[in-house]
């Protein structure tokens, strides 16, 4: 059989777009080495429980026409992306904001929370010679030893002292009493999973 296009992998934007050019009347075929579609939006079901095999994947955009788009396929859920970082029994919101900074601190006002992170980066003078001087000149040491220390480590297998500065440019910070992780208008988890979700029919 001829086909118009030969997409090579089925997540996310394989998918969309063989769906996509089959509604406009293209052959395709889909070559996916996985035994699933999706990609690493995935997700399976284990003792009754929507496990995200390949780590948890919220839905957010901010684009009225994606959104209208996705629910075509699946019904979704109002999940707000909230995490929070438990260091050593001590829960603080993440990405950092009013309510970390409280938390940490007990500061109310941004310009406490700005003032005490302000203090605290001037413990680096000069450019940052690794990753941990890099952080502790952007949001301060508590921040840094509390919510990045071990986190980083684990990530990297490697101390933040021996790893390059470079790898963090930057670090969001708001001040602002708000955890929602993402500034998208639109997120959400389909209802029932993801692949498996309860299908509707396009
Ligand atoms: C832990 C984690 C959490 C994330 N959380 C979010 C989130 O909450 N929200 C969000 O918007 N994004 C999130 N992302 C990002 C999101 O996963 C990616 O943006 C998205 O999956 C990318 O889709 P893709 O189609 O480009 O690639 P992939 O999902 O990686 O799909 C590529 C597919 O191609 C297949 N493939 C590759 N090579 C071949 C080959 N040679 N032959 C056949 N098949 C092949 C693979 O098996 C795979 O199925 C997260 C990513 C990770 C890792």
Known sequence: ????????????????????????????????????????VYTEKVEGINVHKYGAHIFHTNDDAVWKYVNRFAEFNRFTNSPVANYKGEIY???FNMYTFNKMWGVVTPEEAAKKIAQQRQEIQGESKNLEEQAISLVGRDIFEKLIKGYTEK????????????????????????????N???????????????????
């Open 155 to 182: 990530q990297w297998g490697r101390e933040c002292k021996d790893l390059p500065a470079f790898i963090i440019k930057r670090l969001p910070v708001r001040y602002t009493y708000d955890n929602n992780y993402f």
């Open 93 to 95: 919101s993440l990405p």
């Open 1 to 40: 059989m001829q086909y118009d296009y030969l997409i090579v992998g089925s997540g996310l934007f394989g998918a969309v777009f063989a769906q996509q050019a089959r509604e406009k009347g293209k052959r395709v075929l889909v070559l996916e080495r996985r035994n699933h579609i999706g990609g690493n």
């Open 184 to 202: 998208a208008l639109y997120q959400g988890i389909p209802v029932g999973g993801v692949y498996q979700a309860h299908r509707k029919s396009p």
